[in-house]
């Protein structure tokens, strides 16, 4: 399922106060830093699942090769369970990032702090939502 001409708006009980990178652990990247870099390096370019494949395809360690091959059975193995959506990421959870899906259905992030985030959290011509909160309310 991909969004389309919606603002998912940071989770009510978030602490941050403006948009912030994802730091990598123990030298290596998170699932919040791999959809932070593949987001804000191509604003508008990526939907909601073809941001979790290559989220997927790069934790898993797929060879270039092996991925150009068999791309569409990865992709179909891969979808053919239910996935979480970007409600649940930790860049509106916990990193101060907003996600703007175009009318193409195209992911971009917006900073809490920004007056764009503003300007389309108040907005009546896109679906509004909400990322998960972190805490049980």
Not at 27 to 32: D, P, S, V
Not at 100 to 108: C, I, L, Y
Request: hydrophobic share 40%.
């Amino acid at each position: 399922m991909n969004y389309v001409n919606t603002f998912i708006q940071v989770a009510a009980d978030t602490a941050a106060t403006k948009g912030a990178a994802p730091p990598e652990r123990a030298g290596r990247k998170t699932i919040a830093r791999l959809e932070y870099d593949l987001i804000a390096s191509h604003p508008y370019s990526r939907t909601q699942e073809d941001v979790q494949f290559a989220v997927h395809v790069e934790r898993q360690g797929f060879p270039v090769s092996d991925l150009k091959a068999r791309h569409e059975e990865l992709w179909n193995a891969f979808f053919s369970k239910s996935m979480a959506c970007m409600r649940v990421s930790p860049l509106p959870k916990t990193y101060g990032w907003g996600l703007h899906f175009n009318d193409e259905g195209k992911v971009a992030l917006v900073s809490v702090d920004s007056t764009e985030y503003t300007r389309l959290s108040a907005s009546k011509d896109i679906a509004q939502a909400r990322a998960m909160r972190t805490r049980r309310a």
